[in-house]
């Protein structure tokens, strides 16, 4: 069974620009979550989508947005880029609904590395 | 705001020893804990998950559990140079995102 996938692996930017990254759950997986990491913060929730809906939302400003397919798969935006965020962006997929229980185990994807200069 | 800590580290044991990774986290209604291993410029690996109080055991790793405490703990036991990484834990609730620690960096020296 494939794994999360998620491109591209890097990416370099200019400040001002935008960048959508992509994220392929686990086949069957139908929640993905997106966070940011930094070393200095570490892991910070960004949004959770299920069914193309979004679930939960992080505090993170509006240059940063999301959405789902139906087939699962997910994007995220972030317009205007800052260097601050310059970061790793990990995307991770569980098999159901956020709310219908916990007991589930998330998996993440290896990541795009952004870099802004 | 739901707060997950955990000792930065780094932590360095002997090779062969036992190593301890603690967490405590803020939210009482949490429900699900997990322990991720990350090596450095890799992704998160999950490694553990416990849902209630008490130990589970999985090969050399025991996850403990404290949930009147709020309290989480990762023992490796004969932890080996391979086991070196950064160690996240990682809590959720109910119907509430996967809030991570920013992770304890254990050093195994051999």
């Known amino acids: 069974k494939a794994g999360v996938t998620q491109t591209p692996r890097y990416l370099i930017k200019t400040r001002g620009q935008q960048v959508t990254l992509s994220c392929s759950p686990i086949?069957?997986?139908?929640?993905v979550s997106w966070y940011q990491q930094t070393p200095g913060q570490g892991l910070q929730f960004l949004f959770e989508?299920?069914?193309?809906?979004?679930?939960n939302k992080g505090n993170f400003p509006g240059r940063f947005s999301g959405r789902q397919f139906s087939n699962s798969r997910s994007e995220m935006n972030v317009s205007t880029l800052e260097l601050g965020d310059s970061a790793l962006y990990l995307c991770?997929?569980?098999?159901?609904?956020?709310?219908?229980?916990?007991?589930?185990?998330?998996?993440f994807g290896q990541g795009t590395r952004l870099t802004v200069v | 705001q739901k707060e997950v800590e955990q000792n930065s580290g780094p932590l360095s044991v002997p090779e062969g020893a036992i190593a301890s990774l603690n967490c405590t986290y803020s939210?009482?209604?949490?429900?699900?804990f997990f322990w991720y291993r990350q090596y450095s410029g890799k992704s998160p690996e999950l490694i553990m998950s416990?849902?209630?109080?008490g130990d589970k055991e999985d090969g050399r790793f025991t996850a403990q559990l404290n949930k009147a405490s709020q309290y989480v703990s990762l023992l490796i036991r004969d932890s080996q140079p391979s086991d070196s990484a950064t160690y996240l834990c990682?809590?959720?609730?109910?119907?509430?995102?996967?809030?991570f620690g920013k992770g304890t960096r254990l050093s195994v020296i051999a």
């Open positions: 989508y299920f069914s193309e809906t979004q679930r």
């Open positions: 416990i849902y209630s109080n």
């Open positions: 990682a809590v959720k609730g109910g119907n509430t995102p996967l809030v």
């Open positions: 939210d009482r209604g949490s429900q699900s």
């Open positions: 991770a997929s569980r098999p159901g609904d956020p709310a219908g229980g916990p007991r589930t185990e998330a998996f």
């Open positions: 086949s069957g997986h139908r929640s």
